[in-house]
C-alpha cells in the first residue's frame, strides 16, 4: 500500500510518498520540502495569503519530485493523503485542491489528515517505534498539548494551552531579544551561551492541578526583565540577552517536563512521544529523556526534520488509515480548526 502524502497547513510545502511492506512495517520511500521561512521572514511572521501562493508555485514540482524519488509510478499510488487542518485556510486549500484532483484522477481515495495526528505519528517512521498506548507531548507554533494515544484514531487531549503555544512563546521571546523570525531554533542557540540561573522567571502552572499549560506570565515576566536590563542607550549587553534566553527555556523545559510527568504519572503510561517543532530543542530532549528513564520509561522522538512540518507524516498517516478509505468524488475537505478529539478510529481499527 502506497500513499502520497501532502502538506500545505502552514508555511512549509511537504511531499513524501510512504508504504506498508508486505512484513507489515512502514517504510518511507521518498520526502522533499521546501520551506517558505525566508519569504516570511521580512515580515515577522507567516502572511497567509503568500504562503497560499507559495504552495501554489511550489506543490506540483514538489510532487513530481517525490514521485522520482521514490521510483512509484503513479498508477502504483494507492491513496493521496493531505492536510486537511487544523491551518491557514488558503493554505491548506491549495494541497486539498491538487490532491483532491490527484486522487479522481488516478483513480484513488482522497484522505483528509488531522495535522496533529500526522504529528504524534511521526515517531512510527523511525527504525525503534514507540508501541500504543502511549502519551504525546505535541509542541508546536500553534499547540501545547499533553494526548493519550490508545490507537489510531482513539486520541484523549489530557491538557491544552490557556493562550500561546510553547512555539509561540519561543517565537515571541526571541522577537523581544531581537532575533530574527523564526526565533524558536536562535534562541535555543544563543540559550547555549547563557546562565539559566541569573533571571528567576516563573515556572508557569508548574503546582496547579490539572494538565493544561498557560505562557502569557512568563512572556509578561521576560518582557519586563528586558526593559529593565537595558542600558541608558536602549542596547541589551549581548551577555544579559544570552542570559535571558537561557533562563526562558530553562523555565519553559521546567514546565514542559513537570506536566509531562504528572501526566504519566496520572495515566499509568510508561511510554512518551514529544513531536511538534519544539520537540527539536535539545535542552528539552536531554531533560526529558533523563527524567522519563529515572522512571523507568522511554522517550520517542521523530528524527528533528520530521519534527517541523513535513510531509512523511501526512503519508504515514494515510498508510495508518488507508482501510477506511474509499475512492469516488473526493471531497476538498479544509477545517481551520479541528479538534483532535473528534477523530475516530479507521474501519478496520
Ligand atoms: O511544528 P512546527 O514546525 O509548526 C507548527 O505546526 O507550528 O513548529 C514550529 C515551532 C516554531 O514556533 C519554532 O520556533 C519552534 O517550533 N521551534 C523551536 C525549535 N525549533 C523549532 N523551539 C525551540 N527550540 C527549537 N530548537
Ligand atoms: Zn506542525
Redesign the pocket.
Known sequence: MRVLGIET??D?TGVAVCERAPDGRIRLLAHQLFSQVDLHAAYGGVVPELASRDHVRRLVPLIRATLDESDAAPGAIDAVAYTAGPGLMGALMVGAGVAAGLAYAWGVPAMPVH?MEG?LLAPLLEDDPPQMPFLALL?????SMLVQVDGIGRYTTLGDTLDD????A??KT?SLLGLAY????R??ALAEQGDATRFAFPRPMIDRPGLDFSFSGLKTAVMLAVRDARDADGTLPAQTAADIAAGFQAAVVDTLVARSLKALKQTGLVRLVVA???G???E?RARLAAEVAKRGGAVYYPRPAF???NGAMIALAGVCRISGASAGLPQILARPRWKLDELTPPASH
Do not use: I, K, M, Q
Not at 509542541?139 to 499547540?143: L, N, R, T
Not at 503555544?165 to 509561540?168: C, D, K, L, P, V
Open positions: 497547513s502552514c512549509e495535522h504529528h509542541v508546536s507554533g500553534g499547540h503555544a510553547a512555539g509561540e519561543f517565537d526571541a523564526p526565533g524558536g531554533p534562541l535555543a511538534g517543532g519544539v527539536a530543542n535539545r528539552l519534527c517541523t512540518d
